[in-house]
């Protein structure tokens, strides 16, 4: 039976109405009693989920020396709470790997967060190995669905093919590597690189998976204020 692992939310969350998107890291957000500007931290393209008319999740957020007061925390999708906070992503892969909750990486442990990686730049996470060796892992936050079908990355990402190469060499050296896709949001059955999007990503991906690189999907559900695993082995499918 698959073990679910879950982080509570803090309390709080106030809803809202999303009016427009100004930019990548903005949205405009009716509540109540105001129209404020609220900090979105995921700078994809989200087409379909941060439109104007859906109802908006915040958190509430006292810092004086910001210009947002809220961070957008999910957004309701055809009755889905799609998670937009792309920290959550990897406050949930940690959670589930100190839980044991992820078959990929059964009886892996939590070394570092962010580590160094040998040449140059940081991973997500290095882990310990069951069998005593350690292992860098990159989480990619995935919110795009076509049908019942996630798709990354939802626009171009020269950082995100940087991951991927880096990982490669990783694994080339003998370092185990690993790249964990977790889709905030429950509502599909599959995973597939976005070829139409970024096909040199998609060719990477596929490639990087010849060297030895484990690559890996997960999908998450919100149900405010408690945000889970759902699936901790989504099908994938790179060859397309």
Known sequence: MERLHSITHADGL????IVERPNRFVVRVQFD?????VYLADPGEL??????GRDILCLPVEDPDRVTDYDAISVQVNGVHVSVRTALANDLFESAIRGDAIPAFHEYKIRQREPSLPEHGRADFLLDTPAGETAFVEIKSCTCVDGRTAKFPDRQTERGRRHLRSLETLSETGIEAHVVFVIQRPDVDDFVPY????PEFA?????IRGTGVGIH????????PQYRLANASLPMRLNE
């Open 195 to 198: 070829r139409e999007v970024d």
């Open 33 to 37: 009693a105001a129209l404020e500007r």
């Open 203 to 207: 060719d990477l991906l596929r490639r």
């Open 47 to 52: 087409e379909g989920i941060v439109e104007p």
């Open 14 to 17: 106030v809803s809202g109405t």
């Open 217 to 224: 999907a997960i999908t998450t559900l919100f149900d405010p």
